[in-house]
């Protein structure tokens, strides 16, 4: 192998993360494997080629520190997700109860029911709710949302405040516009804006505040932080999914591998 063809095969590599990760993997297998080769002359290309070989492992790995690490954080952060999944599925949560007043989008026999707790001021779960909503447009009549609220209110202090104004709009069927538009400003959220949210949807303002004083509205939230507390959910945003547990704001698929095990387990 002449020093041109190492250059480019070094240049080659750079260029792709996994043509990079591959091509590590074959030329240390390599390494491996021609420690065992024939003796006699043979012996003297092996060690010709293992040397080209490091050349161009280091080579590489010098060219592209930054890469590298990627890659490895990259593996590594797969290899934990995996071991959640395969733990979340084994030690499932089971026994939710979804109350009348829960706000609920998709069709009532979809196969995935995925029971959210979400703090409108955690912008942790704003990031979730964009996840949904693209998880929502994947899997179209696979998935029900079930919306319970959990405001952590020791450290957001208008959660509790937010959680009342979007129940509130949920009185008048406008729970899922406001809780998009809750979203879009968190985490600056205040009285004033959740009146003119309330005003963009047209709401009747008279009621939606009347409502966001309930006593009603109050006993629903307690009732949500009651059944979170009792499941052992203490942060957000937390998803039960068929009762597979994922906690905090996982990329798209994270939620997409947790979706697909579960139709293959319900169409076995």
Known sequence: MANKDISFLANLLSKNQRTFVVAL?????????????????????????????????????????????????????????????????????????????????????????????????CPFCKRASQTMDELMDLYPDKIRLVFRNLPLSS??????????????????????????????????????????????????????????KSDDINKQLQNDIKIAKKFGINVTPVFVINGVLVKGARPLGYFKVVIERLLKEIHK
Do not use: C
Not at 68 to 81: A, G, P
């Open 25 to 121: 993997l074959i030329l240390f297998s390599f390494l491996s494997t021609s420690q065992g080769s024939q003796k006699g002359d043979n012996n003297h290309i092996n060690a010709i080629t293992k040397d080209q070989v490091r050349e161009i492992v280091i080579d590489v790995i010098k060219k592209n520190p930054k890469l590298l690490y990627e890659v490895i954080s990259k593996y590594i952060r797969e290899q934990q997700e995996k071991k959640q999944i395969a733990n979340a599925f084994r030690n499932r949560i089971l026994g939710i109860p979804i109350s009348s007043y829960n706000p609920i989008i998709g069709p009532k026999d979809a196969p995935i029911t995925i029971i959210e707790f979400t703090d409108f001021q």
């Open 155 to 212: 450290i957001h202090k208008e959660s509790m405040n937010a959680a009342k104004a979007a129940m509130a709009a949920n009185r008048q069927g406008m729970f899922w516009p406001y809780h998009d538009m809750l979203f879009d400003s968190s985490p600056n959220l205040n009285r004033r804006l959740y009146i003119k949210i309330a005003q963009d949807l047209e709401l009747d303002i008279n009621r939606f505040k009347k409502d966001m």
